[in-house]
């Protein structure tokens, strides 16, 4: 599969430009979008699932015109969008029934074979007669996922997945994705939280005030901060003072004060010493250093 966005604009009907000239080509495998609320990553996604059009520029899946082939492309769709809502009074096992129907599924052998095995996947199995309004936020959200890749999809779309989650409910949910890329297939992960793009992204993109402003694997955006993540321990007065001037990450306590991390161009004259950027320390220091500092160039 191969999703490819050209000079893309989505210009809202009160003026407010949601995405400037957005360029993206997205191949089989996992891909994060991630950036912060407000960044345009739910318009993006919209237009991605035809459920809106561009202003400018244009969507080829397999090069097909988004717009064009609408109904081509929405058959190879499963979407999870943000606000997630199905019918409380269902039992889970109808509404993924429900689904599968919608998603095309007419033999009733094999629709219960596949609601069957999809409750099993995402761990629902045991509560598959409850009504789906009694269901945990982490259960919902398992629900969610499940009706949208019981149609087989070829590209999986979630918008902010694991928003209010908890942490096992977290990487419960990270784990069906990450399964999922096992197939053909593309799968879309649009975040404002770092922790879910994990080492099973094999691209991703940063997207701020509607442009995207990195593109690559996540490992090359953690090169760029390597030698811009420094640790150090500090006195509680020196670190009201650090706080002030650098972008500290972690703070822990410790018997002379804090042991903390800062990302920072340098720390000059303090004591510090340099560690392993993660994709957390990475994400900081291309938001908050190098855009500013090159804000001409986005
Ligand atoms: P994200 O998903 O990254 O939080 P959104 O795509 O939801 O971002 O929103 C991007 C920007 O567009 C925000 O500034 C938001 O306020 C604005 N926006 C979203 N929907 C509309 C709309 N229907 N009309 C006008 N502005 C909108």
Redesign the pocket.
Known sequence: MEIRIENLDKI???G?K?LTDINLTIEDGMFGLL?P???????LMRILVTLMKPSNGRVLVNGMDLQKHRKEVRALLGYLPQDFRFFAKYRTWEFLDYSARLAGLKNRAQRNQAVEQMLEQVGLYEARDRRAGRLSGGMKRRLGIAQAIIGDPKILIVDEPTTGLDPDERIRFRNILSKMTEKEMIVILSTHIVGDISSTCRSMALLEKGKLVFVGAPDELIDRSKGHVFQMTVSTKEFEEIKEKYNVISTIPSVEGWDIQVVAEDTGDLPSTLIEPNLEHAYVYFMELLLNKNKELF
Do not use: F, I, L, V
């Open positions: 809202y009907k009160n407010h949601a950036g609320n407000g960044a345009g990553k739910s318009t």
